[in-house]
């Protein structure tokens, strides 16, 4: 059988391109390029607005039973001049440091950061790599589209509470205010890339990182990433976000697995024989993940894509407000 791994998302092979399995359809990386990223961008272009509008129904029911999270400062020791953003207020612009860009207005305008204003950003990561644009047979979205959903209703939240959120990659800058949603929506709809682990980018001290993702990477992989956000140090939150057909392996009979990531593929005369296996393998890496984020100071949930988002980003946003 195909191993818990990154090659988990593997549906049965024989089913038409465009149907709700993955077993006939290259989605993999294999083919990467200009063209393929453009017609990926232009696709998830085309969904981001129903997008939003789930995301804030979300984040709308949510809101109801939620207070805004009490963040303490870490100290007003310098910490970056980062450009000018919208919902920022002009009297928080360094005239001096905008006067040496030599860009134009707004582009020019620069604001003195503290190390205490930096940690209020709250970083968010998807991941967007070939397992989890993937769904099975029944369910109505791939397991990206749900983890977009999820951290938009977060952010929705958090800017709601007057904090600010930045994507977690390179280039990427904080947003705030009611238009913030918008920026972030719009920068989530970039090309992703393919590693299905955040970037290394540099964080400030005792900042909050919220992942989502399915997290079957070797758990070596995941223990290394957690420690280096601790060594900054941050905290957070890390959420796996399943399919109900990687959770339950619901086939039956002779099937034929075909990896997603250039996994390769297996062939297993009765699926139903090897369930229990798989069952423990994914436990074991479930409990694998709860101890690394333990240690690391990170809370840990699961979520599958047939069940309510509300409940889901409930509970994210409590523990987050316990970091």
Known sequence: MAEVGRSA???P???QPG??????????????????AARRAEAIGVRLPPLLVAADRVAATVAQGVHGRRRVGQGDSFWQFRRFVAGDSVTRIDWRQSAK???PVPEGWFVRETEWEAAQTVFLWRDGSASMRWRSRGVDLEKRDRASVLLLALASL?????????????????VAGRFGLDRLAADLGLPDDEDGLPPSVPLPRHASVVLFGDFLSPLEEIQALLARFAAVPVTGYLLQVLDPAEALLPYAGRI????????????????????DAYAKRLQAQQAGLA???????????????DHAPESALLTLYAGLGQR
């Open 256 to 275: 034929r697995f075909r990896g997603v990531e250039r996994d390769g593929e297996a062939l297993i005369p009765r699926v139903e024989n090897v369930r």
């Open 101 to 103: 860009s030599g860009r």
């Open 158 to 174: 958090l800017l709601r509470g007057g904090e600010r959120v930045q994507l977690l990659r390179p280039g990427a800058r904080p």
């Open 19 to 36: 149907s709700t399995q993955a077993g006939s359809t290259q989605l993999g990386g294999t083919a990467a390029g200009a063209p393929a």
């Open 291 to 305: 101890t690394l984020c333990a240690a690391a100071g990170f809370g840990f949930g699961i979520h599958r894509t």
């Open 13 to 15: 092979i024989g089913t």
């Open 9 to 11: 998302g593997a549906g």
